[in-house]
């Protein structure tokens, strides 16, 4: 099983347990953007 670690979304504060760089497609479809806010809708993410 993989270590957890901070979604690659530079805005997102949200953990991914499974292996995986993004938390959600939404944080992986706007990774090639400069964001200041998140936008995946998870209830304990606190980059809103």
């Known amino acids: 099983m993989a270590e957890p670690k901070k979604c690659a979304h530079t805005a997102c504060t ?3 347990s499974d292996g995986k760089k993004y938390c959600s497609q939404i944080c992986e ?3 090639s953007m ?4 998140c936008d995946c809708k998870h209830e304990g993410c606190s980059g809103r």
Do not use: N
């Open 29 to 31: 479809d706007s990774k």
């Open 14 to 16: 949200c953990v991914c």
């Open 34 to 37: 400069m964001s200041i806010k």
